[in-house]
């Protein structure tokens, strides 16, 4: 079986010229199917720049690196956005659109999808809220949810699509520590009845213990991958 994602010898920088910075250096990972992996690490060590490269957000500069079997770099912006339909993101900022309903925001990651109805599309997302908790909440504004709610909405909208891999950027750290727990729980389910991968950036040790692997960044490098 082919790992989700295959990194190797892979360098990032910001700025130019004189303004240049290395903020990664010679990344080596590999993640396989149905593994949860944490990344966990001080601010500033280069997690969020990896993960964002990784999600097909950013360019790659350096070195192979292979998401869901497709190689990013030198991959066209169409060929960017065509992998980012295979994958769901969770942010810390949950990132709901104020003016959509719980169902409409969820409702958004699937109409990404050729060939799926409006009918079909409004199925599945009630479906995903209901899983979540949010069954009696669909029609809710963001405004109207607690913030726990809206995460688990955020959750509804990366997984509805049954995504190959979920990327989450600090998903627990605006969450009390007991709602932080049953967002992770809700996640750590679904992603296992789906067969899907997570990799999770986090500073919350509380839930370490859903990882089947903990890496850590520091400075750039990453440790005990």
Not at 45 to 72: D, H, M
Not at 135 to 154: F, I, T, W
Request: glycine fraction near 8%; charged fraction near 20%.
């Amino acid at each position: 079986m082919k790992p989700v994602i295959n990194i190797s010898s892979l360098n990032h920088y910001f700025g130019q010229d004189k303004l240049k910075k290395q903020v990664l250096f010679n990344i080596n990972l590999e993640i396989n199917p149905g593994e949860i992996v944490i990344m966990t690490g001080p601010s500033g060590s280069g997690k969020t720049t990896l993960l964002s490269l990784i999600g097909a957000l950013r360019s790659v500069q350096e070195g192979s690196l292979q998401t869901i079997e497709n190689e990013l770099n030198g991959a066209t912006e169409d060929k960017l956005v065509q992998v980012r339909r295979y994958m769901g993101y969770i942010f810390q900022a949950h990132n709901l659109l104020p003016f959509l309903t719980a169902r409409q925001n969820v409702q958004m990651s699937i109409e990404l999808h050729e060939n799926v109805s409006p009918q079909e599309a409004i199925a599945k997302s009630e479906a995903m809220l209901q899983m979540v908790g949010l069954g009696e909440r669909v029609n809710y504004y963001p405004d109207q949810l607690s913030g726990g709610q809206k995460q688990r909405v955020a959750i509804a909208r990366a997984l509805v699509s049954h995504p190959k891999l979920v990327l989450a950027d600090e998903p627990t750290a605006a969450l009390d520590s007991k709602t932080g727990r049953d967002v992770v729980d809700i996640m750590e389910t679904l992603t296992k009845e789906q067969g899907c991968t997570i990799l999770l950036v986090t500073h919350d040790n509380r839930i370490l213990d859903m990882a089947d692997r903990i890496i850590h960044m520091e400075d750039g490098y990453l440790i005990d991958s």
